[in-house]
């Protein structure tokens, strides 16, 4: 009879290579707080590191995974093998300033400036 395991092997790839982990979790344990193990784990030697959980997205088996989702929602079958190991990939957004915010915010349309050009062709028709 197959052996039913309740925990999941899991390591965090970085956008470098390097990863946090392996370390063991249980299927209970939400994707927001694997956010918050990356965050505290993550590397001091590395530039760029997210300041909270909100900089953070995982993405296992190309999914993006929500926070309200479980460890156990995102086991795959082959996470069920023994000694397997999961793999999810870690992106880094950082919040966007208020001053970043500004140069990037669009006008609305009844603010730009209409061009108001014609061109006419006065040829003479044979």
Sequence with gaps: MAE????LEIKFRLNDGSDIGPKSF??????????????SQWP??????PKTVKDVR???????????????DCRSPVSNL???VTTMHVLIQPQVTDK????TKKKPKGDLKQNNCVCLCFGRRL
């Design 4 to 7: 039913v395991n309740d925990h």
């Design 58 to 72: 995982l993405i296992s088996a190309g999914r993006i995974l929500e926070n309200n989702k479980t460890v156990g």
């Design 100 to 103: 970043a915010e500004k140069k």
């Design 26 to 39: 249980p299927d209970a344990t939400t994707v927001a707080a694997l956010k918050e193990t990356v965050v």
């Design 82 to 84: 023994s000694d397997a």
């Design 44 to 49: 001091k030697e590395k530039e760029n590191g």
